[in-house]
């Protein structure tokens, strides 16, 4: 690392998202002091102060590296990603909800009605006998009090203003952030519009014997005695490995748990779920279209939450038909 | 990227124009196309001056990519590719938009067309500007061919090829060559003899210079691709040594164990537990039928090795796997017979004097169990009145849907050997009467001449049920007369079924092995029913005679001809190109995940298991595409048709159907922000 | 939704064998069909990638038609099959997103079947007429609400500014 | 799209018959082989053979094909219909005939349409075959002289408690005739 | 287990043997056959000839009933076999007549959806409960009795009950099975005449004619049938077919279960013998020792 350089400035922001993100970068332990060395952190909601004022007084460009995690779903969130783009060099997409969507980007199978409903109206564990709304502008005696609008439709980042890079993982593993601060700090950064991390699946660092594959039925984890040793997917548990990121060092399926994929999908896939999608059904083994159509049902109940857990917002339909919500 | 892109529009006459407002289409594409720089319309497009336009402006206007709006690809995409060449531009930066078959002679209202041209000529443009130059490549074709079957066709096909000077390597599943022809009596319409037609041919191929023999051999694997086949042969274990055995014959003759013989005498006559099929055998080396073999039964006899005068038989003979370099195949399997128990109606195997046409066959040979006699099961009793039942098993979509296309011709022969050698009555119960080649109607006409009955009508049932004293003992054939409008009972002696010529059983598995394709029925699909009979789809996979479809002796053999005339094409020209469409993995981002290692039906990708990814050997690859599509990772390509190029044309063709907003997809996804935060 | 005057969009991939050609046989017999296909042609149907079909529906297409060579029939031996598991699961999905059964249909028709391809194509545009239009993209509109908030936070925030300047 | 073939195929009649009956739209392939008329066990007594109907049905002669009494000697023994090489399901168009014919009022030289009516019309009643009530009614109403003969086998059933005087009845013949009635208001619309 | 099960109506009186010894057997076989709640008329051919849709949803009332007790239902008359496995399969390849079939049904409070399986009985016996069960239970093989089997049409064809639909070999086996020489006569599928003894004497006659001629020729002893309709036709006009054709058969016709009832060890008139109008039971007496002793 150069030493004796002028300090950088450094913004992180969260927006829809669970918090993950910042705990996960915490997780880069002591070295965080090397971050300080390097950067005056303007803003970290989560871990130090810094207002929202400052930063719009800010020249243009002024913060260098901004890295933003969570989706875009309420306008405030909007609006800090139009300030943040405009004030920062190179704005990240970190995390799977900034890049991706996410967990919270499966909230699109629902509109903005369905999911207040729920949470204020239906929720068992919910005390609110006059059924109030949040309401984005109230009127109270000293003025007009402000809430964000809630949105219909959560956007990745990337669909509400250009990116410069984004860092997969949710959340993103320690080791890969330092590694994308190094590239960062030693000015390695890949092509603008790029994702940091590896070019291989998820495969790639998974010890398990994989050979030819054919799937006759699906199971779900607690339906089946798992073989240590072997492909997951060859014994019909939808592991995502195959089409996700490396990065993780593949994690879950060396404890026996099929890959959820939430690293995203590999350099030049336009659409991860499809992708997953395509190539499982590629080697059901059947010729019969009843016999497919029963290993489908049967074994894959819900096939947005399995094929696009992560990356609903970020694929092609981004969301669940309105008119069917 | 800065493509510069010529757009061309064919008026095809007014084939296009008719339809389509072309001079619209192409002013349109001049004005709206990003990186169109020329945009022209044209009456005849593949004329020469049409090219001559095109090449002029590749040069002067320094086209990198060119669309033609003209007719189906499949018709001209070459010439057009010819003239980029012509001018210097790779011939893959060109794409064919099919205005014609796809939208001027489909379409009635011009407003219409003209939206369905422009829209596929977008999806044109905007395609054609990720397309990737491409180089084809060529492959040396080896010399030898593999013919598979020894029947007539495959026979004929191995003596063209083998007299023009070129190595063959003949497989055959049975201990002889021959196939169903050898066990023929005579051949219509000339009643020729059939063993004397077919024993020479077999005897040249036996003998011939350039032939290598492997009978009693099954094709086992095949791989690689046109020009360099390697093939695996299964040669079963004889157990009777072929260079030494001399066909003495002593060992048949001595052998204690008698057996029905189910195949060559359609169970008709016996033979021996080591036996060649028929005395003119080719090769005369016989085979030892294990299940049958005392000594491999119970582990005593050895009689054959005992009497073999040149100890040729080897117990301990096992199957050997031969492996063979090739350039071409022909495929020449030939028929099955229609099991003519599936029409229980008709009492096969039920009723003893039931027969079916092969069985037949072998009843009426000089050379079969009954020495040519026309006798009942009893083996003694001429019969008084014949039967012979047309179309069992075909035309009849209960069993197989099409026309068997020589038991009609079979069926009149039989009525003439009845009528040569018995003095019975014989019936012919026929849907229609096809005689439809050459002296064929004449030997109807013959057949009407010598007395031998016609009912138009399909059997009901043949049945020893008898209704009255006249049918005591009878086998009553039950039908419509059709001719009459009314039903006949007519009680006759002897029945003879006319069972449908079928696929065999295992043609798919075999195809399969080859990368060809069958029809549902069974029979190999050739390349063009009409204009390209005896090649397929695979490149260097050729199919002849009854293996691609019923057809008599001079239809099998003049296919046989033609497929080896098309090898010796193949051979003269020594090269074949290849085209360059095939997919690519990027080994360097593949996980080895292997998904895409069973989908390919060309054994085309390969795993390697030291470096834990798979790779396409390309000379494999047909390029389908399949693997592409389910790449989870996304690194394997395919050429000419990559997920961009694609992606590309679905976003070109639905130019019009963005909303109003531009929130469009490819657009969206680095979308502009929409600058509010000031 | 229905609407008489309403002229659907749809993307047709055809493989190169069978059903390109039918289309093709269907010109060539001048059989006469609804303009709204608009074919894209892959080499087989296994080439088919499902991402096609959502692709095109981003993109405002109001159905995708899928045609290959019959199954058994396919000209590089089973690849439709591939192509005949990937739709089920596809479809699978496609129910699960909202998006109607009718929309994206797999045929098989051979080269030989111009007419049957015809009839398919004029029975499948039919279908989405009486749909009505998809209009994916405007599925991710928001309301004027947000643009209305986003000005709402801009002129909040000079507010407190001023103030506190 | 097997109606628009038939369209083309110019005969009303065809159609007619096609779109009365399951499968119907078989016919057309029918290849005159006779394997019908061959395998009819009545076959010999009718005027003409199955095959022959299906020749004047294209040739749209209605009033020949539904005067004849081929249907009514059908015994529904399907033999001709597993038989067909060509899957028409000869039966059921021997069926539909039945019906056309009585709709047209041409089932004449036959009792089997009075048969029907009867047998009908106590499945209606009491939602059950009656097997006395069939016989009497039927012989009293269509041939008296014919019941005579039938006395000694009637005493024989009788007496071995193989024939009971009055019908039997289901519960809900409410239920029934609602169906009844319903899908014969279905059968009218269409 | 068990069966939902559609006697039809002939069972009641007609066949009463068939349905009494019918019972009998299935108790010795632990077979249960649970009548399903007010069923109705098949419709016969009757029906079919008068109008399609209403025969149809006549049939199809039962098979609704049947599908909330069982996804089996077992019918012991070709007839009704006939038109409950047709209309079952129609409604399950036709979806337009299916959705108006449940159309009138509805009428009715009614649905069916198409989860019954319809088999006849002789099958259920033949392949559920099977060779080795079977042979267990023959207290008194039938050696010695030459039993010519009679399938007739309307169980094998159009749908068959699981056998040839030319030359069936259900209760041939069944019947070796019990100890019996069956005889391999070549019109056992051929018709008895249905419903012609009504409409055309000469004709009918002649099929049932056709039927004991061929039966005699082949030495049997007696046909056994397995529809109530078969039974009734063979038995009940044999004497007018002698009238007619001055023949002199006097050929026992009786249900296949009252056989499979002797083999049990059931008592004859336990399993309905007597009710058929040419006696069985003298034939029955010469024939098995077991039963004269």
Redesign the interface.
């Known amino acids: 690392m150069s030493e004796g350089k002028a300090k950088g400035k450094l913004a992180v922001y969260w927006a829809a998202s669970c918090g993950g993100c910042d705990i996960s970068t915490l997780g880069i332990d002591t070295k965080i002091l090397d971050v300080a060395e390097h950067f005056d952190i303007v803003m970290w909601p989560c871990a130090a102060d810094g207002k929202v004022h400052d930063i719009e007084k800010m020249a243009d460009g002024e913060i260098d590296v901004c890295l933003f995690n969570g989706g875009i779903r309420t306008s405030e969130q909007e609006y800090m990603a139009q300030l943040l783009r405009k004030k920062s060099k190179v704005l990240v997409a970190f995390g799977s909800c900034a890049s991706e969507g996410c967990i919270p980007g499966l909230g699109n199978l629902n509109d903005k009605a369905s999911c207040f409903k729920t949470v204020y109206h239906d929720s068992p564990s919910l005390d609110n006998p006059n059924g109030v709304e949040p309401q984005p502008v109230t009127e109270v005696p000293e003025g007009k009090l402000h809430l964000p609008v809630y949105y219909d439709t959560l956007k990745t980042l990337g669909q509400t203003v250009k990116v410069d890079y984004m860092l997969p993982g949710c959340p993103p593993e320690s080791d890969r952030i330092w590694d994308a601060i190094v590239a960062i700090l030693e000015n390695k950064l890949p092509e603008p519009g790029s994702v940091i991390g590896s070019n291989t699946t998820v495969c790639d660092e998974c010890p398990r014997k994989r050979e030819e594959k054919k799937i006759k039925k699906f199971y779900r984890t607690w339906e089946i005695e798992v073989d240590p040793d072997r492909c997951l997917l060859e014994q019909g548990l939808l592991c995502a490995g195959i089409a996700t990121r490396a990065g993780c060092g593949a994690l879950c399926p060396q404890v026996n748990s099929p890959c959820i994929g939430c690293y995203g999908p590999n350099n030049g896939v336009e659409d991860h779920g499809m992708q997953l999608l395509s190539a499982v059904a590629s080697v059901i083994d059947s010729e019969d279209p009843d016999e497919i159509d029963a290993i489908i049902k049967e074994g894959i109940p819900d096939p947005v939450g399995s094929f696009y857990r992560f990356s609903l917002a970020q694929s092609n339909l981004r969301r669940k038909n309105k008119a069917g919500v | 990227m800065a493509e510069r892109v010529g757009v061309y529009i064919c008026h095809c006459g007014s084939n296009i124009a008719g339809t389509v407002d072309v001079e619209e289409v192409a002013r349109w594409a001049g004005e709206n196309i990003k990186d169109v720089v020329v945009s022209k319309d044209y009456k005849f497009m593949c004329s020469s001056l049409g090219q001559a336009m095109i090449e002029e402006d590749i040069k002067k206007e320094k086209l990198t990519r060119v669309v033609v709006g003209a007719c189906s690809p499949h018709l001209h995409e070459k010439t057009f590719r010819t003239a980029c060449k012509n001018a210097g531009l790779n011939p893959y930066l060109f794409d064919m938009t099919n205005l014609r078959e796809h939208v001027s002679w489909v379409c009635n209202d011009k407003e219409a067309g003209t939206a369905k041209a422009k829209a596929l000529i977008a999806g044109s443009a905007e395609r054609v500007k990720y397309q990737q130059p491409l180089e084809p490549s060529y492959v040396d074709v080896h010399p030898a061919t593999l013919v598979v079957g020894g029947g007539i066709t495959g026979l004929q096909a191995a003596l063209e090829l083998a007299d023009a000077g070129h190595p063959v390597y003949l497989v055959e599943r049975s201990p002889s060559v021959g196939g169903h022809m050898a066990q023929f009596d005579k051949t219509f319409p000339t009643l020729d003899c059939s063993a004397c037609i077919l024993t020479p041919k077999m005897s040249e191929a036996g003998q011939h210079e350039n032939i290598t023999m492997l009978t009693y051999s099954e094709l086992e694997e095949v791989s690689g691709s046109v020009g360099k086949f390697k093939v695996k042969i299964r040669k079963k274990a004889r157990y009777v040594v072929e260079k030494d055995c001399t066909g003495c014959g002593i060992c048949m003759e001595k052998c204690p164990r008698k057996i029905v013989d189910e195949d060559f005498e359609a169970g008709l006559g016996y033979r021996k537990a080591i036996y060649t099929p028929f005395p003119q055998a080719v090769p005369r080396t016989p085979v030892i039928d294990v299940e049958n073999c005392t000594y491999f039964q119970r582990g005593k006899c050895k009689v054959c090795s005992k009497v073999c005068p040149t100890n040729a038989i080897d117990y301990e003979q096992q199957d050997e796997i031969i492996e063979i370099d090739v350039g071409n195949i022909i495929l020449a399997t030939g028929w099955k017979l229609f099991d003519c128990k599936k029409v229980p109606q008709y009492g096969y195997g039920r009723l003893a004097n039931v027969y079916t046409n092969m069985e037949f066959e072998r009843l009426c040979n000089a050379a079969g169990p009954t020495g040519g006699k026309i006798v009942m099961r009893d083996g003694k009793t001429e019969p008084k009145s014949v039967a012979i039942i047309h179309c069992v098993g075909s035309r009849d979509v209960n069993h197989n849907a099409h026309c068997s296309a020589v038991c009609c011709m079979a069926a009149l022969k039989f009525g003439h050997l009845i009528l040569e050698k018995t003095n019975a009555e014989v019936y012919s119960f026929y849907i229609d009467m096809r005689t439809n080649q050459k002296q064929y109607e004449e030997f109807y006409q013959r057949l009407l001449e010598e007395g031998m009955h016609f009912v138009r009508g399909k059997v009901a049932e043949v049945t020893d049920a008898a209704r009255n004293p006249d049918e005591q003992g009878k086998l009553i054939v039950q039908c419509e007369d059709t001719l009459l409008g009314k039903q006949r009972r007519i009680p006759v002696d002897m029945v003879v079924l006319m069972g449908a010529i079928e696929p065999q059983a295992d043609a798919k598995e075999l195809g399969l092995k080859c990368g060809i394709s069958c029809s549902m029925a069974g029979w190999y699909t050739e390349r063009h029913p009409k204009l390209d009979p005896v090649a397929t789809m695979t490149e260097g996979v050729f199919v002849a005679g009854t293996c691609q479809g019923a057809k008599d002796i001079p239809a099998c053999v003049a296919q046989g001809a033609a497929a080896a005339a098309r090898v010796q094409g193949m051979i003269t020209k020594g090269k074949v190109m290849i085209e360059p469409i095939v997919a690519s993995i990027n080994e360097e981002a593949c996980s080895g995940c292997r998904i895409c290692n069973n989908l390919c039906p060309y054994n085309a990708i390969e795993f390697d298991p030291v470096k834990e990814t798979s790779h396409v050997i390309s000379s494999m690859c047909k390029g389908c595409g399949t693997c592409v599509a389910a790449c989870p990772a996304g690194v394997i390509t395919g050429a000419h048709f990559n997920n961009q190029q694609i992606f590309a044309q679905i976003d070109g063709v639905l130019w019009d159907a963005k909303p109003a907003g531009g929130n469009g997809g490819a657009a969206a996804k680095a979308a502009e922000p929409e600058p509010v935060a000031s | 939704m229905s609407n008489e005057n309403f002229?659907p969009?749809i993307?047709g991939f055809m493989c190169n064998?069978c059903s390109y050609?039918a289309?093709?046989l269907?010109?060539?017999a001048?059989?006469?069909?609804p303009?709204n296909v608009?074919?894209?042609?892959?080499?087989?149907s296994?080439?088919?990638?499902?991402?096609?079909v959502?692709?095109?529906?981003?993109?405002?297409?109001?159905g995708v038609m899928l045609a290959g060579c019959?199954?058994?029939?396919?000209?590089?031996?089973?690849?439709n099959?591939?192509a005949?598991?990937?739709y089920?699961?596809?479809k699978?999905?496609l129910a699960?997103?909202?998006?109607e059964d009718e929309r994206v249909r797999l045929f098989w028709r051979s080269a030989a079947e111009g007419e049957q391809l015809?009839?398919a194509i004029t029975e499948f545009v039919a279908d989405i007429k009486k749909l009505g239009p998809?209009?994916?993209?405007?599925?991710?509109?928001?309301?004027d609400?947000?643009?209305?908030?986003?000005?709402?936070?801009?002129k909040?925030?000079e507010e407190?500014?001023e103030v506190?300047s | 799209m097997s109606s628009q073939k038939a369209d083309k195929l110019g005969s009303e009649f065809l159609q007619e018959v096609i779109e009365g009956t399951p499968g119907g739209e078989r016919i057309v392939h029918c290849l005159q082989c006779g394997s019908c008329g061959g395998s009819c066990p009545n076959g010999a007594d009718m005027d003409y053979t199955p095959r022959t109907l299906f020749a004047l049905i294209n040739a749209n002669k209605k009033e020949e094909v539904l005067r004849s009494n081929t249907m009514w000697c059908c015994v529904s023994c399907y033999f001709c219909t597993t038989r067909c090489p060509q899957n028409i399901p000869i039966t059921d168009i021997m069926y539909q005939l039945k019906r056309m014919a009585i709709a047209e009022n041409m089932a004449s030289g036959s009792d089997a349409p009075a048969l029907a009516k009867t047998f009908t019309g106590y499945v209606d009643k009491y939602g059950r075959a009656f097997e006395l009530g069939l016989a009497s009614r039927f012989y009293l109403l269509n041939k008296p002289f014919a019941m005579l003969k039938m006395g000694p086998m009637g005493i024989g059933m009788f007496s071995r408690g193989r024939m009971s005087l009055t019908p039997a009845k289901i519960k809900r013949v409410d239920q029934l005739n609602a169906i009844i009635k319903k899908a014969r208001e279905i059968g009218r619309k269409s | 287990m068990k069966y939902a099960f559609y006697p039809g109506c002939s069972m009641e009186v007609n066949a009463a043997a068939y349905d009494v010894s019918m019972r009998a057997v299935a108790k010795v076989l632990d077979m249960e056959l649970a009548e399903i709640d007010d069923w109705n008329c098949c419709g016969a051919t009757e029906y079919f000839s008068q109008d399609e849709l209403t025969a149809c949803s006549v049939v199809a009332r039962n098979l609704a009933i049947a599908e909330g007790e069982s996804n089996q239902l077992v019918a012991s008359c070709a007839a009704c076999y006939c038109n409950l496995a047709k209309v079952d399969k129609l409604m399950s390849e036709d979806a337009e007549m299916k959705q108006k079939i449940n159309e009138a049904l509805s009428a009715g409070q009614l649905k069916y959806k198409g989860g019954v399986r319809v088999r006849h009985l002789l099958d259920v016996i033949c392949s559920d409960i099977g060779e080795e069960k079977i042979k267990e239970k023959v207290v008194r093989p039938l050696t010695g009795l030459r039993i010519a089997p009679y399938y007739g049409c309307q169980a094998v064809r159009p749908i068959s009950i699981g056998d040839c639909t030319e030359y069936p070999m259900q209760m041939d086996h069944l019947f070796e099975w019990l100890g019996a020489e069956v005889v391999d006569y070549p019109v056992k599928a051929h018709c008895c005449g249905g419903h012609m003894p009504q409409i055309s004497e000469e004709q009918a006659f002649e099929l049932q004619r056709r039927l004991l001629q061929s039966a005699v020729d082949y030495d049997a002893d007696m046909i056994l049938c397995m529809c109530p309709m078969c039974q009734l036709n063979l038995d009940a006009y044999q004497p007018r077919v002698n009238g007619m054709f001055g023949t002199n058969f006097k050929m026992p016709i009786l249900y296949f279960t009252q056989l499979v009832g002797i083999a049990f060890g059931l008592e004859p008139k336990a399993v309905g013998f007597g009710k058929e109008l040419v006696a069985g039971l003298p034939v029955l007496k010469k024939k098995l020792e077991a039963v004269s002793a």
């Open positions: 002229e969009k993307v064998w050609r289309a093709d269907a010109g060539s001048r059989i006469k069909y303009p608009r074919i894209i042609r892959v080499m087989c296994g080439r088919m990638d499902p991402a096609f959502t692709k095109a529906l981003s993109l405002g297409a109001d019959h199954p058994g029939e396919c000209h590089y031996i089973d690849q099959y591939k005949m598991r990937r089920h699961l596809l699978h999905m699960a997103l909202g998006v015809a009839e998809l209009h994916w993209p405007d599925n991710w509109e928001e309301s609400e947000r643009l209305e908030a986003l000005e709402a936070i801009v909040e925030h407190v500014m506190n």
